[in-house]
Structures are given as structure tokens and as C-alpha cells.
């Protein structure tokens, strides 16, 4: 087991590089730790005022928000007279957004999408120091303290200084990092002979990333650190399937967190299962496909609101992510509220002929029933082209498991998905994983 002066040395390191990069966040943490117990009529007063300060800044400091008629509301319920702001918006009007001076020696953040069209904006120093907290108060829930050491299943970046900068970032943090870009077995034995050595306190990254090494640790005979106290997953959609094996094979329970680059975690999940909202830090709501509110219960976009960055406010951003809101209290104590279930992003879900929705692990489900029936299949991918055409990809090492999987497949589909839907198979080596290191296995192409 680690001992006590290196956990320490560990959380000094972190706070020392938190200072020096002017994000300074325990002050931030101590505040946010007392807000989580606030009851709903306290949190909705935090966010009114704080969101009625970002409009007047808003109004008052940038070209993209100066013609907007409301710079204060009277209610949370007044939010929709506001206009949405998409990824396409920030994309096109990044010099309008930002708020002048207050922008100066801000934070750049960038995201690519999984859809590969990047995202660019930057974060006051006080709005990071904000992020930092409330990230670690929800890792708090999962018993991960700043500094702790950790394994990063992660993307890596492809250019040299960025490179450098990542590792140096990754020694500051006293954490490593399994790059989940491209890897072979060799690689995957690799990765788990350092987690050997470094002994991390907990693992967080891909859920794809974890999954993908829970089975190369299962297939091996091979097992976790047992200084493992958690694993984090991230990024991707968690399924009950991708839990229940991660966690068979770390031996540590997995936590759920939902984020995104532009804003940082959205929501933690909690001991007892629960995805609290950041709602201290952001306003978040979901909306119907004509802008309305949801109701509790009901699933819609995602649209939150940064309630600190005042270098570039962010208002009303659409993430393209869907999800369903709810009301009910959780055994925790917690009193932030809960997303019930996050369904993914937009172009994760597809659509029928009919417009029908279908959720990702609908589909996943006809391959997980496969699996547990013997058929060997070691990886699919889904891609819808047209409203009734979906192309599948399969890994497998038997060629008649290929076409028991697709005959299989596209029986279901034409059972529930549409009665004539074109369902073409291939048979691949490898599922291929997409530029930021992510994997989507179920997706939607426009048309």
C-alpha cells in the first residue's frame, strides 16, 4: 500500500501546479462541499443571481451578446427567452464571444467531437478553479482525493510539445497513462505491468478503453492493483454491460461521470448510483426537439449554461447530448439534482423511417444476447446511412458466427426497427476507433 507521506507529497504537488497555473481550487472545494446539502429554493437563488451577472456581463462585455433584450431575469422559468447557443455558433463567432479584458490570460479549451469538427473557447482562471472543484467533490463521492495516484486510459496527443506537455502534465498529477489511440496485446501487457509498479489509488478514462482492457485482463487470468479503490469511467456512454465487466475484472466499483471539454464534468455519480448535476457550477436543462422544457421523467438535449466563465460566456449551449432529468431524492443526502439516464449523443441514436428514436443499447443488447448464448463475436459496430439502410461491421474469428450474428441482427431490426430496413454485413479485423480515441460503436451519419 502507498504510505501516508507519499499521498500527501501527492496532494501537495497537485495544489503547488494548481497554484502556479493560477487555479487555485480548495477554497472553491470547501464552498462547493457545503452547497451540495443546500435544499432546491437555496441552489435555485445561487443560480438565478450568478446567471443574472454573467447576462449583464454578457450584454455589457461582448458583440455576440450585446443585442440580447433580457440581461436579468425574474425566474429559472425565463431561461427559454434566451437564445440557444450551438457548437456551430462558437465555432463561427469565437472573436464576438469573448468578453474583452476579462478574456486576457484565460485558459484555451479545445475539444474535437467525436463528429471530428473542433470546438474552441476559453475559461476564466476563477471559472477553472470552479471546475477543479466540483470535479473533485463528485470524485470525492467515489473516494478519490486531488493527487491521488491514477491510471489515465486517455487519449495522447499527436504533436511533439503537446506531447511533452501532456506527460509533464501527467507527473504533476501523479498519474499514468495507457494511451487508448492504438494498441495490440503486446501494448495492453504493457499497460498492466505499470499499473503493477505505480500501484494507483484509482482508474479513470474511455469506458470503451476500460472495457476493452477488463477483457484483456479476464482473457489473461491477470488482476487489478489491489490498491485500486475506484475506477472512473468517462467520455462514452456506460452501459449495465460495460459496468458489470469492468468491474468483474478490476474488482473495485466503477463510477459514472458525465462531461464534456467545453465545460468540464456535467455530473458525478454517487454511492448510490446517482448522477448529481453540477448545479452550483451550471445550469442544465433539457429541451424537446421544438425548445420547450422537458418534463421530469422526459428525455431531451442537453443545454447548459457556464455560470463562471466570464472570459467567454457560455449560455444555453445545445452539447447534442440527450438525457432525462428527474426530481426525486436520493438516499445519499445530496441534495443536487439528478440526470436519470443519459442516452448519448444525438448521432448516437437512430432514427426509423417513422422518426422513431431508438436508443444505442437497444441494439447493444441483440449482441450482448448473442455473446452470453456462446456465439463468438469480439467486437460490431453499427452505422445507420439512410433512414432504412444500417451497415454492420463484426469481429470474429468464425465466419459462420458472422453471418449467424447478421441473420440474427437483421431479424430484430425488422421486427422493431422497420420492416424494411437493409441491413449489410462485413467482417472486419478491428473495429477502427475515432480520432480523439474514443469509440462509437453505434452511429448515425447525416442524411
Not at 462541499?33 to 461582448?62: D, F, I, P
Not at 466570464?310 to 431524492?329: G, H, N, Q, W
Not at 422518426?355 to 443488447?365: A, C
Request: proline share 3%; with cysteine.
Amino acid at each position: 500500500m502507498l504510505s501516508g507521506n507519499q499521498m500527501v507529497l501527492g496532494r501537495f504537488f497537485y495544489d503547488f501546479a494548481a497554484l502556479l497555473q493560477r487555479t487555485p481550487y480548495r477554497k472553491e472545494l470547501e464552498a462547493c462541499l457545503e452547497r451540495q446539502y443546500w435544499v432546491a429554493a437555496e441552489l435555485e437563488a445561487w443560480q438565478l443571481a450568478h446567471l443574472n451577472q454573467l447576462l449583464g456581463h454578457a450584454k455589457s462585455s461582448t458583440e455576440y451578446y450585446a443585442a440580447v433584450t433580457e440581461s436579468r431575469l425574474s425566474s429559472l422559468n425565463d431561461l427559454p427567452c434566451l437564445p440557444l447557443l450551438a457548437k456551430q455558433d462558437v465555432r463561427q463567432h469565437v472573436r464576438r464571444l469573448k468578453a474583452g479584458r476579462d478574456a486576457r490570460g484565460a485558459i484555451r479549451k479545445t475539444t474535437g467531437g467525436s463528429t471530428g469538427a473542433p470546438v474552441t473557447l476559453l475559461k476564466s482562471r476563477h471559472a477553472m478553479s470552479v471546475e477543479l472543484a466540483v470535479a473533485w467533490r463528485g470524485m470525492g463521492w467515489a473516494g478519490v482525493s486531488p493527487g491521488d495516484r491514477q491510471v489515465r486510459f486517455w487519449g495522447l496527443p499527436h504533436r511533439r510539445v503537446a506531447r511533452i506537455k501532456a506527460r509533464l502534465t501527467d507527473f504533476v498529477a501523479s498519474r499514468i497513462r495507457c494511451s487508448a489511440f492504438s494498441f495490440t496485446d503486446k501494448d495492453l501487457a504493457r499497460y498492466h505491468a505499470q499499473l503493477s509498479r505505480f500501484r494507483p489509488i484509482y482508474a479513470y478514462g474511455y469506458v470503451s478503453m476500460l472495457r476493452e482492457f477488463s477483457e484483456y485482463m479476464v482473457s489473461r487470468g491477470l488482476s487489478a492493483p489491489d490498491s485500486l479503490k475506484a475506477v472512473v469511467a468517462t467520455a462514452e456512454p456506460l452501459t449495465d454491460f460495460d459496468r458489470r465487466e469492468i468491474e468483474s475484472a478490476f474488482g473495485v466499483r466503477v463510477y459514472n461521470e458525465y462531461g464534456c471539454g467545453e465545460v468540464g464534468t456535467i455530473a458525478h455519480e454517487c454511492e448510490h448510483g446517482s448522477l448529481h448535476i453540477n448545479a452550483d457550477s451550471l445550469i442544465v436543462e433539457t429541451l424537446r426537439s421544438d425548445g420547450s422544457p422537458c418534463k421530469t421523467g422526459e428525455s431531451g438535449q442537453i443545454v447548459v449554461t457556464d455560470l463562471h466563465n466570464f472570459a467567454m460566456p457560455v449560455i444555453r449551449y445545445a452539447l447534442e447530448d440527450y438525457a432525462t432529468c428527474t426530481i426525486s431524492k436520493c438516499r445519499c443526502g445530496i441534495n443536487l439534482p439528478i440526470l436519470e439516464s443519459i442516452q448519448g449523443r444525438e448521432y448516437d441514436v437512430l432514427i426509423n423511417k417513422f422518426g422513431q428514436r431508438f436508443h444505442g443499447e437497444f441494439f447493444l443488447y441483440i449482441f450482448e444476447d448473442l455473446k452470453n448464448s456462446g456465439v463468438p463475436v469480439s467486437g460490431v459496430r453499427v452505422t445507420q446511412t439512410s433512414p432504412d439502410k444500417v451497415d454492420l461491421e463484426i469481429v470474429s474469428s468464425n465466419s459462420e458466427s458472422v453471418d449467424r450474428v447478421g441473420d440474427v441482427f437483421r431479424k430484430k431490426l425488422r421486427q422493431s426497427f422497420s420492416d424494411t430496413v437493409q441491413v449489410d454485413v462485413s467482417e472486419v479485423k478491428h473495429i477502427e476507433r475515432e480520432a480523439s480515441g474514443k469509440m462509437r460503436v453505434i452511429r448515425r451519419r447525416d442524411f
